[in-house]
């Protein structure tokens, strides 16, 4: 039986007792000795809903990737913690993460969902708040003046948000291109 407090290598195979006395086995893919948090990957056989505990020796035969349930389990919840096979490579050092990449990524989310809070906080038609939110995915410069939509502070557009209701205090280059883009949305049949 192996102590809680044991280090697990990945890619080890471990059972352990739940406390709802289930039988968990699987292949270990991290492993947080503070915590005492042990993920296990279970792949998972559906021809015959039986649970198979086998890995890379294994592959599937219809040429498909398998599919694996992933359990994280809190050791000090477990009984009869067991290494069934004990992995004897060392793993490859993980991937070093680009943080600039991840960085950009948090930041388009981040402006995504500010785009659709501002486009639902208004109180206005959904399809005015559709078309709001189309035009700020491209356009940064678009914000709510009452239930108008205000792009560039020189296009407006008024309900019900077609294109006739497209309107500018001059003809200048924003005016056609936000026409292009209230007819190609309204094309699609979201107006």
């Known amino acids: 039986m192996a102590g809680v407090n044991e280090c697990f290598s990945i890619g080890s195979i471990v059972a352990c007792k739940t406390c709802y006395n289930k039988e968990i086995e699987g292949e270990v893919l991290a492993f947080d000795p503070q915590t005492k948090m042990l993920i296990l990957s279970i792949l998972l ?12 020796e294994c592959p599937a035969t219809n040429g498909q990737t398998p599919l694996n349930d992933v359990h994280i389990i809190n050791l000090s919840l477990v009984s009869d913690v ?16 680009d943080l600039y990449r991840l960085n950009i990524r948090v930041r388009n989310q981040i402006d995504e969902k500010r785009r659709l809070v501002t486009a639902l906080s208004a109180s206005v038609p959904p399809e005015g708040q559709k078309l709001f939110y189309a035009i700020s995915k491209t356009i940064k410069e ?23 209701n ?15 883009v209230v007819s190609a949305f309204s094309c699609r049949g979201c107006l």
């Not at 067991?82 to 993460?97: D, G, Y």
């Not at 678009?142 to 006739?164: A, E, H, R």
């Not at 497209?166 to 292009?180: D, N, Q, S, T, Y």
């Open 45 to 56: 056989n559906f021809r015959t809903s039986i649970i198979l505990y086998c890995r890379a």
């Open 82 to 97: 067991q290494v069934k096979k004990e992995v004897n490579t060392v793993p490859e050092p993980p991937q070093s993460l």
């Open 142 to 164: 678009v914000s709510w003046q009452g239930s108008n939509i205000v792009v560039f502070d020189t296009v407006t557009i008024t309900p019900p948000y077609k294109l006739d």
């Open 166 to 180: 497209v309107r500018a205090h001059a003809e200048c280059k924003a005016l056609m291109h936000i026409r292009k």
